[in-house]
């Protein structure tokens, strides 16, 4: 209930109003039955300008911390993404993964909308970072086709750190489904998970017109915070 009262009443139309997205391609996301939405993640507020435009209801993997935060701030921003039908994942230890595959599987073994992030962080830069591979994992155990998506101007209206967003044009850019029924059975193979993120990520990275960069956010994100405090961070090599 929550979910559709934030969608059409509460902050739906809010949102319209102030950013008037232009959404290109919407014929792209089925209407009916499970599907992936796999998305380039610049900013907090792609949480709700995506969802709020599209028809059909979409759930999110959203990180932990939204629903461990401190204070009343913690547990208002918590009760907003439990009420609005988000699921809490893990992103620390061995398990992180698998664990984020089985609440994504069984979104979609109920025939519905799944919303991922391949980056698993958003940009802190602007740009296009490499893609992990469970949205391969999730794309070939189900058996469903998977919709690239492009958020496009969101990174200026609410860059990393920004509280209240700016007022700038957003566009939503939803590609054609992406069917990956030849790797049918082969979602333990490495090189085809791997084959199958990148397919996913050009797709994204046509939509977006962003830079590509062939590392992992999380990876240069560390960095970039270990050399602001002066300190030295191996970075991995390439591929």
């Given at each position: ?6 969608k ?11 950013f ?15 599907a ?7 900013s ?10 599209l028809?059909r ?10 629903f ?5 701030k ?5 009760f ?5 039908g ?15 595959i089985r ?8 025939g ?21 591979v ?9 058996g ?13 209206a ?7 967003p ?5 566009t ?5 489904p ?17 084959a ?13 017109g962003?830079?590509?960069v062939?590392e992992?956010?999380a ?21």
């Amino acid at each position: 209930m929550f979910y559709h009262l934030l969608k059409y009443v509460l902050l739906g139309p809010l949102l319209r109003l102030v950013f008037r997205p232009r959404i290109e391609g919407l014929e792209n996301v089925p209407a009916s039955g499970p599907a992936i939405v796999a998305g380039n993640h610049l900013s907090f507020s792609d949480h709700f300008l995506m969802p709020a435009m599209l028809k059909r209801r979409i759930t999110f993997l959203a990180k932990a911390e939204y629903f461990t935060g401190p204070g009343l701030k913690g547990r208002l921003t918590a009760f907003f993404f439990r009420s609005a039908g988000q699921i809490p994942v893990d992103r620390s230890g061995k398990e992180a993964g698998q664990a984020a595959i089985r609440e994504g599987l069984g979104v979609l073994g109920r025939g519905e909308l799944l919303g991922i992030y391949p980056e698993g962080t958003r940009s802190h830069d602007g740009r296009l970072y490499k893609g992990k591979v469970g949205v391969a994992v999730m794309a070939l155990r189900a058996g469903v086709p998977v919709v690239p998506c492009a958020m496009i101007g969101t990174f200026e209206a609410q860059p990393p750190g920004k509280v209240i967003p700016n007022v700038h044009p957003v566009t939503i850019r939803f590609g054609k489904p992406l069917d990956f029924s030849r790797y049918a059975g082969m979602e333990r193979e490495k090189a085809v998970l791997r084959a199958v993120t990148d397919e996913i990520m050009y797709a994204i990275l046509t939509l977006s017109g962003q830079e590509y960069v062939d590392e992992y956010a999380a990876v240069v994100k560390a960095a970039h915070a270990a050399e602001k405090k002066g300190r030295r961070f191996p970075r991995p090599p390439l591929g």
